[in-house]
């Protein structure tokens, strides 16, 4: 046998070995998408898993505080490769199942969501949630705006009054009229 092959077989060899034992674990991870949103606005959240088939459950958030999170939307996802390399055919299956999240912030300020945990063939799996950035409305000296209600509390169908007070200054200069 001529050096040449003996290396192909140590490097093919070497490569299945670092390859079988990564190929077969399960990971997780989160994605945010956009990292700044304005306060009202919504956000996606991705949490996927990589190398495994789908949990009977879905992806639990550690800091589900100060946001609204909407139900999640199950993504499953059967990746087949078949490339033919120096005429050997090999077959690569990868699966992914992905939940995506509508997230809208209640204040103003970072969002951390923290982490996202899932139970995996016996396994917890966990990733860092990336933090996102909420802008709230400037201040304005030149408006107020108010709501307010007659009453704090109100039976099903009673009447009730609803105040909207919108107050605005002024525009100095040449934008006075």
Sequence with gaps: MDLFRRIDILLSTLALA?????????????????DTVYLGDAFTLAVTLDAAA?????????NASGCA???????NQSIRRAP???????EDVVERVSWIYAVRPETAGVLALGEASLE???RRLTTRIP??????????????VALSA????????????????????????DHAA
């Design 18 to 34: 670092i390859a079988a034992p990564l190929a077969g674990a399960a990971t997780l991870r989160a994605e945010v998408s956009p």
């Design 54 to 62: 789908a949990p009977a459950s879905a992806p639990s958030i550690a």
């Design 69 to 75: 999170i909407s139900a999640p939307q199950l993504l």
């Design 84 to 90: 033919i390399i120096n005429g050997k055919r090999t």
């Design 120 to 122: 995996v063939d016996g």
């Design 131 to 144: 933090d996102v950035k909420v802008v709230g409305p400037e201040p304005q000296p030149w408006a107020r």
């Design 150 to 173: 007659s009453r704090a509390v109100v039976l099903l169908e009673e009447t009730f009054d609803v105040v909207l007070d919108v107050t605005l200054a002024r525009l100095p200069g």
